[in-house]
């Protein structure tokens, strides 16, 4: 009589379960650390770009106001940014300019126009502040109280000095210079007294060019201009002396 041999059932041994989970979760694991590292190195560049970025931009405008002969020049691509929005950045140092006691000279190649104006104060004092203009063709001047002032930074047009063809740029003021009362005249029944007669309550203005001096604008007492819209155009003086 033959018997029927029961199928074996496989036993499963304990401590070989537990290796495959411990091997699982050690693959896990790595795999875990592999991505981690993956991602942190593409997100490490971007981080310190925007930390240099935001230290520049802390610095930038210390070093800018510090500069006595810092520019106030512009272009037609640059715009005003919160950063250089102090009236610091741009005003001119009266005391620098002024110092010692000393006359400040402007120049400009023009003969229908003031081509001399100088700026001078009494006993070294800032509050008695004067200004006199002379023409290429008369030895006199003309001189006027003045006041010294900031405001708040501006762009102005102005025809350059050292220009032949009188080039038009633009540059960012914020020093003002309004003439007050006259108290010297050219010679009588000439025509500077009669165009001299006409610039009190004149406001011109001061600022830092290319150069690493100062440039003095006023309004275009010659008035060649080609349309009425150029009349705002301001003319440039530049520092001799």
Do not use: C
Request: aromatic fraction near 8%.
């Amino acid at each position: 009589m033959q018997h029927k041999q029961k199928p074996k059932h496989s036993q499963s041994n304990p401590s070989n379960k537990w290796l495959k989970i411990v091997i699982i979760v050690l693959a896990l694991g790595l795999i875990f650390l592999l991505i981690r590292s993956y991602f942190s190195a593409q997100v490490q560049p971007q981080t310190t770009k925007r930390s240099e970025i935001s230290v520049s931009q802390k610095i930038e405008p210390a070093s800018n106001a510090t500069n006595s002969t810092r520019s106030s020049e512009t272009n037609s691509s640059s715009s005003f940014s919160s950063e250089h929005s102090a009236v610091n950045n741009y005003a001119v140092d009266l005391k620098q300019l002024l110092r010692q006691n000393q006359a400040v000279v402007f120049e400009a190649p023009t003969i229908d126009a003031p081509n001399w104006i100088e700026i001078q104060t009494r006993e070294n004092s800032l509050k008695d502040i004067f200004l006199s203009v002379a023409f290429v063709h008369n030895p006199k001047v003309a001189t006027w109280e003045v006041t010294i002032r900031s405001i708040p930074p501006k762009q102005i047009r102005v025809f350059s000095s050292n220009s032949s063809d009188s080039q038009v740029r633009t540059v960012k003021v914020a020093t003002e210079v309004t003439l007050g009362k006259q108290i010297n005249q050219f010679s009588d029944n000439t025509p500077e007294n009669t165009y001299a007669s006409k610039m009190g309550g004149d406001k011109f203005y001061l600022f830092y060019n290319n150069h690493g001096s100062v440039s003095l604008v006023t309004p275009n007492y010659a008035g060649n201009v080609a349309t009425k819209e150029d009349l705002s155009i301001m003319s440039e003086y530049q520092q001799t002396h």
